[in-house]
């Protein structure tokens, strides 16, 4: 799996950052309390992709023996890609939660669905490891914190407070496709 395919599932991964961000940014807040909860929302958000996508990795070094096949390797990446983007497409019909310093369970809420959001991630990073991937993986987890922090800070920045329509749906819905279409890509190529 090249960086750049790499990158552009990154992407498609952190619209729903992006989304849930953007629900909680049409929340009225003052400023101050706006900012702090941006940045905590963001971090969440980040981290967890992070460490989920480590995971993912490492369960695939644990139970995915290099002397595998081939081809078994691709189809198992077309799988998970394929169901990660049937799943985010799935998911845009539901309705994103939000987040508020009002809310009394803020913190297990974001700590829940943090994790919920980074589930796509673990199996992306079993992918990536099965698919035995010619970088380091520095890059791909320095890219995927700093996508999913600008997105997550670019969605709260977008719902403003006085919007009426969440201004993110047809992104996320668009994503979900090109995440499938970046699965189908994915067998042409190596098939």
């Known amino acids: 799996m090249e960086i750049w395919a790499a990158i552009i599932m990154f992407i498609c991964l952190c619209v729903d950052n992006m ?68 799943r985010l497409l799935l998911e845009t019909v539901e309705k994103s939660p939000s987040f508020s310093v009002a809310d009394a369970d803020v913190n297990s809420k974001l700590i829940k669905t943090s994790a919920l959001l980074a589930i796509n991630t673990l199996m992306l990073g079993f992918a990536m490891r099965i698919m035995k991937v010619d970088y380091s993986l520095f890059w791909p987890i320095f890219i995927l914190f700093a996508v999913s922090m600008i997105m997550s800070l670019v969605g709260f920045l977008i719902g403003k407070p006085e919007s009426k329509k969440i201004s993110t749906k047809i992104v996320e819905s668009a994503d979900d496709i090109l995440m499938i279409v970046m699965a189908i890509r994915l067998l042409i190529m190596y098939h």
């Open 19 to 86: 989304v849930m961000a953007n629900m909680s940014g049409m929340k009225p807040q003052n400023n101050d309390v706006r900012s702090r909860m941006s940045l905590r929302i963001a971090l969440s958000f980040s981290i967890f992709h992070v460490v989920f996508l480590i995971l993912g990795y490492l369960i695939a070094m644990l139970v995915w023996p290099a002397s595998r096949n081939w081809m078994a390797s691709v189809w198992v990446t077309f799988a998970f890609i394929t169901l990660i983007g049937i």
